[in-house]
């Protein structure tokens, strides 16, 4: 009874060895591990930018993130003087205090996603 229990345990403990074995090797290595990632979101040099400068052709940089903001600039609550002359910039500061040490509101934060074109390069 002593052998059986012994060899039965012996048994079940190399299966489980087994598997574990077989699931490490043929397991395929996950998409992209230890290469670095490629993403296919576009990304965008500062230069690029910088050639949408116009209120009718107007992108911006909002910390690593970039915009277009053309056809929302017509609908934007404040005077366009205020907020055209960052087209074509990094408008992070200016979009964070509205250059007058006011944040916007949630729901012009929510407003961003609409318009975001891609990353910076
Ligand atoms: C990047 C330069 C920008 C500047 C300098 C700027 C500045 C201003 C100013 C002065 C006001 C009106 C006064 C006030 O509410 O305190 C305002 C309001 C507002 N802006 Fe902008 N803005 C900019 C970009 C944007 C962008 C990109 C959006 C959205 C896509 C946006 C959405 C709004 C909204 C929804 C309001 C109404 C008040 C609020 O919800 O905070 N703004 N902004």
């Known amino acids: 009874m ?6 039965s345990t012996l048994v ?7 598997f574990w074995l077989a699931s490490a ?13 490629k993403t296919t979101e576009p990304q965008w040099s500062a230069e690029e930018v910088a050639r949408h400068d116009r209120p009718t ?3 911006m940089i909002l ?3 970039v915009f277009d903001f053309s056809t ?5 609550p404040s005077d366009p003087d205020v907020i055209t002359p ?17 944040p916007h509101s949630p729901y012009a934060d929510s407003l961003l996603p609409k318009y975001r074109i891609g990353v910076l390069k």
């Open 72 to 76: 929302y600039l017509p609908q934007h």
């Open 63 to 65: 910390g690593r993130e």
């Open 86 to 102: 960052w087209c074509g910039k990094d408008a992070s500061e200016a979009y964070l205090t509205k250059t007058k040490g006011r």
């Open 12 to 18: 079940f403990g190399l299966a489980v060895c087994g």
């Open 25 to 37: 090797v043929l397991t395929p290595p996950e998409a992209g591990a230890g290469v670095v990632q």
């Open 2 to 7: 002593r052998k059986l229990f012994i060899a």
């Open 57 to 59: 052709d107007c992108w």
